[in-house]
T-cell receptor, first 114, second 112 residues
Framework: KAGVTQTPRYLIKTRGQQVTLSCSPISGHRSVSWYQQTPGQGLQFLFEYFSETQRNKGNFPGRFSGRQFSNSRSEMNVSTLELGDSALYLC?????????????FGPGTRLTVT | TQLLEQSPQFLSIQEGENLTVYCNSSSVFSSLQWYRQEPGEGPVLLVTVVTGGEVKKLKRLTFQFGDARKDSSLHITAAQPGDTGLYLCAGWVTGGGNKLTFGTGTQLKVEL
């Protein structure tokens, strides 16, 4: 079974631009969560989607948004990029949306904002 | 406020040594996981512990969940260079839905 895939793997943007990242979950997984990882803040939860609906949201500004499609694939968008948005963005999928289900992470998208 | 504090933050040891990483919180977790992450990759799940007091062994790795489900430890016996990586604990706060809270991380380097 194929793992979680994320595209692109690397991205360089300039301040003020917007960016869209893509995540394809493991086949059969319906829950997709997004995380931001930085050296200073570690891994922080952005949001979770299940059945095309955002079910949970972390403490991030409205510039960060996402969506999920009927095939469970998910995208996240960051508008008006800031230097502090430079990070590894990780997507994780799981079978369902309760805490007892394990999450499987993709390799991440490394975003650099200049 | 970081819900899960890990210690130590950095650990550099020689091959063959033993080590313990701690994950502590003031919150109760319905379950707790340990991950290992290598540079440029996403975290890989090592184990999930669910019951207070539970001990799980994975080859040379031993994981323990505290009785009160507020803390956990990871013990590695006879560390090898292949154990090098960032170790992360993560848990679901009771009633927190599917929001996984990660610890601060422990960077382990095992040298020959």
């Amino acid at each position: 079974k194929a793992g979680v895939t994320q595209t692109p793997r690397y991205l360089i943007k300039t301040r003020g631009q917007q960016v869209t990242l893509s995540c394809s979950p493991i086949s059969g997984h319906r829950s997709v969560s997004w995380y931001q990882q930085t050296p200073g803040q570690g891994l922080q939860f952005l949001f979770e989607y299940f059945s095309e609906t955002q079910r949970n949201k972390g403490n991030f500004p409205g510039r960060f948004s996402g969506r999920q499609f009927s095939n469970s694939r998910s995208e996240m968008n960051v508008s008006t990029l800031e230097l502090g948005d430079s990070a590894l963005y990780l997507c994780a999928s799981s079978l369902a949306r309760t805490g007892s289900y394990e999450q499987y992470f993709g390799p991440g998208t490394r975003l650099t904002v200049t | 406020t970081q819900l899960l504090e890990q210690s130590p933050q950095f650990l550099s040891i020689q091959e063959g040594e033993n080590l313990t990483v701690y994950c502590n919180s003031s919150s109760v977790f319905s379950s707790l996981q340990w991950y290992r992450q290598e540079p440029g990759e996403g975290p890989v799940l090592l184990v999930t512990v669910v019951t207070g007091g539970e001990v799980k062994k994975l080859k040379r790795l031993t994981f323990q969940f505290g009785d009160a489900r507020k803390d956990s430890s990871l013990h590695i016996t006879a560390a090898q260079p292949g154990d090098t990586g960032l170790y992360l604990c993560a848990g679901w706060v009771t009633g927190g839905g599917n929001k996984l809270t990660f610890g601060t991380g422990t960077q382990l380097k095992v040298e020959l």
